[in-house]
């Protein structure tokens, strides 16, 4: 596979894990995708590329919120929340990423 850039960013995809078992999101945008992916088995699919992890309505959202606000995308979507008094979930997203975001969304009307 050569390089796989971000659906949302448009930069070289490169990740950090959620607290969801094979998402990442994107460390440029935040937008999560499913980097591993199983068959109906259950057994990992070594080869298959990144796949964004929300629907493609979900992805132009996204693209809307990046272009506007240039800011982390469903920040905090696929993790648990604030554990251990960290400040930041375990993807990276602070609670003024996730309040930014849903002040955003609650606003606009949606494609």
């Given amino acids: 596979m050569g390089e796989i850039n971000c659906e949302v ?4 995809l490169s990740f950090t ?3 969801t078992h094979g998402v990442g999101v994107c460390m ?3 937008v999560p995708y ?4 199983y068959d109906e088995d259950n057994k990992r699919i070594p080869d298959k590329a990144p796949v964004p992890a929300i629907t493609k309505k979900g992805l132009e959202i996204a693209k809307q919120y990046w ?3 240039g800011q982390m995308v469903y920040p905090g979507a696929f993790d648990m929340g604030f554990l251990g ?3 930041a979930t375990y993807s990276g997203a602070t609670a003024n ?9 609650t606003t606009h009307e949606m494609p």
């Fill in 9 to 12: 960013c448009e930069r070289g």
């Fill in 17 to 19: 894990w959620t607290d």
């Fill in 28 to 30: 440029c945008c935040g």
């Fill in 34 to 37: 499913r980097i591993y992916h």
């Fill in 67 to 69: 272009s506007e606000k």
């Fill in 85 to 87: 008094g960290r400040e």
């Fill in 97 to 105: 990423d996730i309040e930014a975001f849903n002040d955003w969304y």
